[in-house]
C-alpha cells in the first residue's frame, strides 16, 4: 500500500465492554483493534486503517454465539435508535471511509451501533436517566436545590 489505500478490519463491542458468551473474541477484537492503530504510522503513511465496530449483527459467525438471539433483543432495547445495525448499514459507512476526502481519519473505531455502544451495559434508553431527575432547573436535577 505504498501508494495509498485504505485498510479495513471489523471489530465489535465486546473488545471494550465484557459482553456475554463473547468470550475469547474480545481479547482477539481488542489486539485487532490496537494493531489497526499502530499499523498506518509503521507501515503505510500514505494509507490510512480504520476498523468498523457494528453493534450485534446476525451473521454465520454469530451464529455461534449462545444465546444470540438475547443479545439482539438486548441490543435493540438498548440503542438509542431502538433498531439494529444491517449488513447495508456496515456497507455504507465502510464505504465512505474509503474515499480520498476521508484519508485522514486513520487508526480509529468508527461504531456502527446505532448508539449502542453509549450506553451502559445494565441500562436502556428508557433507563438512563437516574431515578428522580426530571431535568435542567426542576428542584431534583443534578444540583439538588433551587
Not at 489505500?5 to 458468551?21: A, D, H
Not at 457494528?54 to 454465520?60: E, F, I, N, S
Not at 456502527?112 to 433507563?127: F, N
Request: hydrophobic share 40%; charged share 20%; glycine share 10%.
Amino acid at each position: 500500500m505504498r501508494k495509498g489505500g485504505t485498510l479495513f478490519t471489523i471489530t465489535y463491542y465486546g473488545s471494550q465492554m465484557v459482553v456475554k458468551n463473547y468470550n475469547i473474541m474480545g481479547v482477539a477484537k481488542a489486539a485487532l483493534e490496537a494493531r489497526c492503530a499502530i499499523w498506518r504510522p509503521s507501515s503505510a503513511p500514505r494509507a490510512s486503517a480504520c476498523t468498523p465496530s457494528p453493534g450485534p449483527l446476525a451473521t454465520r459467525a454469530a451464529s455461534g454465539i449462545p444465546e444470540f438471539d438475547e443479545l439482539l433483543d438486548k441490543a435493540r432495547a438498548k440503542a438509542p435508535t431502538l433498531s439494529l445495525v444491517s449488513i447495508d448499514d456496515v456497507g455504507v459507512a465502510t464505504t465512505l471511509l474509503a474515499y480520498d476526502a476521508t484519508r485522514l481519519i486513520t487508526g480509529e473505531t468508527l461504531y456502527i451501533d446505532g448508539g449502542y455502544h453509549i450506553i451502559d451495559l445494565l441500562g436502556s434508553v428508557r433507563s438512563c436517566r437516574p431515578r428522580g431527575l426530571r431535568g435542567p432547573g426542576s428542584a431534583k436535577s443534578a444540583g439538588g436545590k433551587r
